[in-house]
């Protein structure tokens, strides 16, 4: 998994309730990423931030919050608003800039809601 | 719309044969594209990664090719192993207001079986 790690593994919710999902790398990258993942489904782009203190939303924001304030973390929280919020979560980074550069992902979060 | 579709959806081989998998995208203007491996419950990996000008890339027994003409990629398998069972994503880049955009495929599911 490239020193990017990500936790916990398996993660239970009551509906209602906010969770926060945790993404660490140690690979000295600028850019950060979470994705959502739905069997059948491609990777669906959540937020990204190409340097600390800045990120952007993706294709699938809405119901989802994150913060970058040190490079080697990208917490995503999962509010009460996302309404169909049980996928398997991923988190990426990589150099940015130029979409040639690779990005290296996490082992996942499977989140599921109760 | 950008779209990118693999076939087929599941195939299963026996362990030692050869295999095929397909990608088709209608990305314009197309940047590069990416062949990514998912073992389950994982995060991808990165497997090859073509530009426009690229037909063919191999990475040992993977080996990848790409008509831009037709918009059409494949991915060869040769002298498949039990542990080349996973799922295997196409993901084309798009050129996006000075960024760019990633399409990723559904996936195909490959089981080989001893």
């Known amino acids: 998994d490239g020193g990017i790690t990500q936790s916990p593994k398996y993660l239970f919710r009551k509906e209602g309730q906010n969770v926060t999902l945790s993404c660490e790398q140690n690979l000295n990258h600028d850019a950060m990423y979470w994705y959502r993942q739905d069997p059948g489904q491609g990777l669906r782009l959540i937020y990204y931030s190409q340097i600390v203190n800045d990120f952007q939303k993706g294709d699938i924001a809405e119901g989802y919050s994150v913060s970058r304030e040190k490079k080697e973390s990208f917490p995503l929280t999962v509010t009460s608003a996302q309404k169909n919020p049980t996928a398997f979560y991923l988190c990426?980074?990589?150099?940015?800039?130029?979409?040639?550069?690779?990005?290296?992902f996490g082992p996942g979060t499977r989140l599921t809601v109760l | 719309k950008n779209q990118v579709e693999q076939s087929p959806q599941s195939l299963i081989i026996l362990e030692g044969k050869n295999c095929t998998l397909q990608?088709?995208?209608?990305?314009?203007?197309?940047?590069?594209l990416r062949w990514y491996k998912q073992d389950t419950g994982r995060g991808p990996v990165s497997l090859t990664i073509?530009?426009?000008s690229e037909n063919t890339k191999s990475n040992g027994r993977y080996t990848a090719t790409l008509d831009a003409d037709t918009k059409q990629s494949s991915l060869h398998i040769t002298a498949s192993q039990l542990s080349d069972s996973a799922s295997y994503i196409c993901?084309?880049?798009?050129?996006?207001?000075?960024?760019?955009?990633?399409?990723w495929g559904a996936g195909t599911k490959l089981i080989i079986k001893p």
């Open positions: 993901v084309v880049s798009a050129p996006n207001s000075g960024n760019y955009q990633l399409i």
């Open positions: 990608c088709n995208y209608t990305v314009s203007p197309f940047s590069n």
């Open positions: 990426a980074s990589g150099l940015g800039g130029s979409s040639y550069n690779e990005q290296f």
């Open positions: 073509m530009t426009f």
